[in-house]
């Protein structure tokens, strides 16, 4: 390490990262076109840049496969050969309010576009980047010592469960 250099700020190994994120419509439900389209881009920038690996394990790239199984997020991990790495089921209860929270502040902030003054829809798009970054700090709390991400991959991550077809 060079002098002055601060290890926080290092750059992760080049392995930790995803190059491909599929989503299982059979168990996740099938989107709507809008709510595809929101997948589309929010994969799109997730494989762009992200920080991701799995704790313990140096074998990335990586591969996730996203699920549903008994009402939980099925994280399946690969390495690039497609050979396993882990699958991780995370609970949706945690999730579930900050989502509808947060579908329910994306509603008003596109009303607002609409017909709100700038400073109004400021405040609701600060209050939107707020309730994400919360919701980003949960899903990295909730992976803590199993699956690795840096809090921009976690806010990009969110941003796709968003666009899953929620129920209740």
Same mark, same amino acid.
């Given at each position: 390490m060079?002098?002055?250099?601060?290890?926080?700020?290092m750059s992760?190994?080049?392995?930790?990262r995803?190059?491909q994120?599929?989503?299982?419509?059979?168990s996740l439900? =099938? %989107?709507?076109?809008?709510?595809?389209?929101? &997948?589309?881009? #929010?994969v799109?920038?997730?494989?762009?840049?992200?920080?991701?690996?799995v704790s313990?394990?140096?074998?990335g790239?990586?591969r996730?496969?996203l699920?549903?199984a008994?009402n939980?997020l099925v994280?399946?991990?690969?390495?690039e050969?497609g050979?396993?790495?882990i699958?991780h089921?995370l609970?949706?209860?945690?999730f579930r309010?900050?989502?509808a929270?947060y579908?329910?502040?994306?509603?008003r902030?596109? =009303? %607002?576009?609409?017909?709100a003054?700038?400073? &109004?829809?400021? #405040?609701i798009d600060?209050g939107?980047r707020?309730?994400?970054?919360?919701?980003?700090k949960?899903?990295q709390?909730r992976?803590a010592?199993?699956?690795?991400?840096?809090f921009q991959?976690a806010?990009?991550l969110?941003t796709?469960?968003?666009a899953?077809p929620w129920?209740g």
């Open positions: 060079s002098e002055g250099a601060d290890s926080t700020s992760p190994p080049a392995g930790n995803l190059t994120v599929l989503v299982d419509e059979t439900g =099938a %989107a709507s076109a809008e709510a595809a389209h929101e &997948q589309e881009i #929010a799109f920038d997730l494989i762009a840049e992200n920080v991701f690996g313990g394990v140096d074998r790239p990586y996730l496969k699920s549903l008994q939980r994280f399946e991990i690969e390495d050969a050979t396993p790495v699958a089921l609970s949706l209860t945690p309010p900050v989502v929270e579908q329910t502040i994306c509603q902030h596109y =009303a %607002a576009i609409r017909s003054s700038p400073s &109004q829809i400021e #405040a600060m939107r707020g309730l994400h970054n919360d919701a980003a949960l899903l709390e992976l010592g199993k699956i690795e991400m840096d991959t806010r990009r969110f796709l469960f968003v899953f129920e």
